[in-house]
Structures are given as structure tokens and as C-alpha cells.
């Protein structure tokens, strides 16, 4: 094998290969999204297998708070929450101003319900709508479903059991550098070593699920130079290799410039806070003890807004109440045990172990009031904020772009013409969002919703794809053996 690939995400001709190996289902990434797609094609009979980078998958999944918005499930209709597609389009479409993809918002919202009940039914992974997630920041009914752990993590130990009961292999430390093609058919990959070598793989089907490109510093100048300065808080190894492969192919990019900031990471902790401290009452306030914004109007925004801010911090302010309700959040744990939490039972001692203007932070504390809203449009409807107080530093970051390959709801990546590619698929990072464009547009929890439901999607396509005899492979059909048990890699986390 040739040592000196290049590393960027090229297409080279199939004639260029022979492929000692095929499989029907090839997946380029192990977060969410490719395990789900995983799942769902090996439950339709499709033998698939996992290239992943890294020595162990965890990708952006793992990072997450694990919260995903889900639409019609099980236990929401148990628990007397009517949630239906339209009403998720309709949720999507208020907060992108009109520029989500309605199609894609509803396919999205519609696969979201069947992929949530089907982990439950067939793997035993126990998403359950999580009641203290109100419905704010766009959602108008309550529909984040979280697994027992509260967390990324969690959710992602959870998939990658499911897919190690299964017998899917995942190869890791394989990086897909290069797709083989035919016109505009995949034919196979090749898949970088650490040590620079590189193998080659034939596939039937190929799913792309690499993420997005917060990793990549030239395509977020390019594409978001408002955040071209801010800290990326996402998955380092997420670079658009996926993005960049399916656009060469003659995928059509779309909303590009879309992304979910967020301004609650903990500054210099570099732990997210979980939004639910607003949610519950606290308030964002600058060094100057002042509140700048609406807290829940527009939580990815927020980001923009806090890096606006002097010294581009600001301190979440709660207090006992919340604390309290908060207490067993994993992330919030982690902050207490990083000594990031500052307690104190007055806002003079709290502003000084802050280093907040406590004149500030007393009026501002003062004017909220639960009878009007207040000049950024926010009502408080709960209990005044009580002594002793609470504070974290927080800073703003990008979490993940939300631009990507348009896709239909089927997954199958879209050629500008709208016709889609013949055996290519992508979901989770690597396809459009449903964020519309800039920032704004995102909603809590949608970045795991269109993993798991675009995963779920593609999983089933590609299988349907490859069970029903296509595509037709060209002259250089793969004609080596199925990849095995005694084939599989050494590093496999199998
Ligand atoms: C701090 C943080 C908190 C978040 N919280 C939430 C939340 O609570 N709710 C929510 O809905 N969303 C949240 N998100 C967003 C969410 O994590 C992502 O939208 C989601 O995990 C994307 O899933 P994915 O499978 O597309 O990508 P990932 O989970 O990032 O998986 C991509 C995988 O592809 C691998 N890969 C990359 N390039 C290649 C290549 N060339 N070849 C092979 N493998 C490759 C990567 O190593 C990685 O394992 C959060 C994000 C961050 C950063």
C-alpha cells in the first residue's frame, strides 16, 4: 500500500484500485449517527461495517449533554404530551425564520418517534422524555429524551454495546481519506493508518457520518468567519473529511454558514453548563453585574452574544433553589468537583469572589420582575431569585456547524439538479441541519435528533439500496471476500 496519501478528502478513479475486500454497507464514522445507521441496516439484513479515526469512538456524541428532541413517542403520548411532525416543522420553520427545509424538518421530526421507540424496543436503550427539559428556546411542547445516564457519554456506551451484541465491526484508527468512484457512484474507500499507510475497501452502499467541520479551521474562515476567533468546544477529529468527500462527488452543500453556539461553557473550566440553570430562573450577567439579553430566547445565539461581552465572559447567576434542582446533572457535578461553582450568601460577597460590580448585580437583581416582561422580552414566572447565590464563569464557543449535504428524507445525498446520488448517503453532522442559517436557528437537542433520525433513515436506505441489487457495480467490481471475523482489524473495539 502506497504511504503518501494525501490526507485531504479526494476522489480518485475506481480504476485506480483493486479491492481485495467489499462489504454491501461501508460506514465512515462511530458517533451517533453511524452506529444508528448501523443498527438499522444490520436489523434489515445488510451486512455493514465501521471505519472510524480514532483509537476509540466518541466523536461530538460523547461530548453532548445527551438530550435529543424527539417527535411522537411512546412515552410522550403516555405521558400526555401531543407532539406531531407538523408541529415540530412548524417549531423548525419559526425558529429558522422560514429557512429550514420544511421536507426535511418534517422527515426529521417523523423518523425521530420511530428511531426513539425502535432503540427502546430493540436494543434496550432507555430514551424517556426528560420533564424537566420545559418547553423553551422554540420547542412549544416538552420532547427531550435522554438515557438514564444524562449524558453523551451514556447515550454513546449505549449505542456501541447495541452494536457489539449485534457483531457490527468497527475499524478504528481508519481514517477515510478518499472515495473511489464511477461517474457519481461509489465504488469504495481508502482509509488512512496512523502510520500513514492506507487499505482499500470496496462497498455496495456508502454512509457518511463524519460530522461536521468545527475541526477544520480553514472551512469555518471560509464558511463562519464570525466565529473564526472563537474557541471550538466540539470534536477536534471533526475536520468535514465527510462534507468534503460527498461534495466532490457532486453533492450539493447547504446552509453552510450554519452552527450551534452555545454561552454557557464554563470559563476556564471548559465544562458546558446545561441550559437548565436558565430554564429554571438564572439570569447571564457581564462583569458589570448587567444583564445583555433575553437568556432563552435564543440559546445557540447566546454564544455570539456572551463573546460580545467585556472580556468575552459572562457569570450565570441561580440560587439555592436551582442549585438544588440541578444538583445531579453529571456536568454540574464535574463543575462543583473543578471548584468552578462560586457560593455565597450575599451579592456583595458573591460580586467580590467574582469579581462582578455588586451595584450592578444588586439593581440587576432588583428590577426582575414576575409582573411584565422585561426590555428583552423576557417574563419571569417563577420565584424571585433568593440568597445564598450561586455563580459560573461562562464563556461562548461553537459546539458543531449545522451546514452540510443536503439530503432527502430517505438520506440520500441531493445533487444541485435535486436528483440524489446513487449509493450515497450521509446523516448527523455531515448532512444539512435543520438550523436553517448563522446561528439562530438551532434548536435544543436537534444536533443528536438529525444523527439518530438521519442514521436511522440511511441505515434502512442503504440496505433497501443494497438488498434490491443495486447499484451496479462497473468494471471494477470488488471481488474479494466479505470482510469477516478473522479479518477484522486488530484495533477493532470489538
Ligand atoms: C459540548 C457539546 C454538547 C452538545 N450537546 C448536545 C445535546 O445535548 N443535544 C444535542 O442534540 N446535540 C448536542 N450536541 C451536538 C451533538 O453532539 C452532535 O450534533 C452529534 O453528536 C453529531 O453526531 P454525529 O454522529 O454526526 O457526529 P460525532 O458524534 O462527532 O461522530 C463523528 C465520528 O466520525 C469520526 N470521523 C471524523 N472524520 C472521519 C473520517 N474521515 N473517517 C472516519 N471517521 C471519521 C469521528 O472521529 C467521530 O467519531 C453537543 C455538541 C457538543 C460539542
Partial sequence: MPSNVNTLPTLLPASETIFELTVPILIAGAG??????ALAAHEAGCEVVILERDPLPRGSTSMSLGA?????????????????????TADVMAKTGGQ??????????????????????????????????????????????VTPGRSGADLMDRLLYACDLAGIPILTNARVTNLFAERDEVMGVRYKRPDGSTEDIGCGALIL????????????????????????FGWDGN??????????????????DAYQGLGLLADPAGIDLNPRFLIEGGIQVNREGLRFS?????????????????????????????HASCADLPQYIL??????????????TLSARCGINAQGLQKTLSDITDSQTDRWGRLFTGPQLQPPFYAVKVTGALFHTQGGLNVDAEARVLHPTGRHLPNLF???????GISGRGPSGYLPGAGLCTAIALGYAAGKSAADLVLAGRPKLGTNQPTGPLLGENQRDGTSVR
Fill in 100 to 145: 429550514a427545509d420544511p421536507a426535511l424538518a418534517h422527515a426529521v421530526g417523523r423518523l425521530s418517534g420511530a428511531a426513539v421507540d425502535w432503540l427502546r424496543d430493540r436494543f434496550d436503550i432507555p430514551l424517556t422524555l426528560d420533564t424537566t427539559w420545559k418547553p423553551a428556546f422554540g420547542h412549544s411542547v416538552m420532547r427531550m429524551h
Fill in 294 to 322: 433575553h437568556e432563552l430566547d435564543d440559546l445557540s445565539g447566546q454564544g455570539a452574544r456572551v463573546i460580545a461581552q467585556p472580556g468575552g465572559v459572562a457569570w450565570v447567576i441561580f440560587d439555592e433553589r436551582i
Fill in 32 to 37: 451517533a449517527c453511524g452506529l444508528v445507521a
Fill in 335 to 348: 463543575l462543583r468537583e473543578a471548584g468552578a461553582v462560586v457560593q455565597a450568601g450575599s451579592i456583595e
Fill in 426 to 432: 450521509a446523516g448527523g453532522g455531515v448532512a444539512r
Fill in 239 to 256: 475536520r468535514g473529511d465527510g462534507i468534503l468527500l460527498g461534495a466532490a462527488l457532486g453533492g450539493e452543500m447547504a446552509d453552510m
Fill in 68 to 88: 435529543l428532541c424527539a417527535v411522537g413517542t411512546r412515552d410522550q403520548s403516555e405521558r400526555g404530551v401531543l407532539d406531531t411532525a407538523d408541529l415540530f
Fill in 209 to 232: 457520518a463524519t460530522c461536521g467541520f468545527g475541526g477544520n479551521a480553514g472551512m469555518i474562515s471560509r464558511h463562519i468567519p464570525d466565529m473564526a476567533n472563537a474557541r471550538y
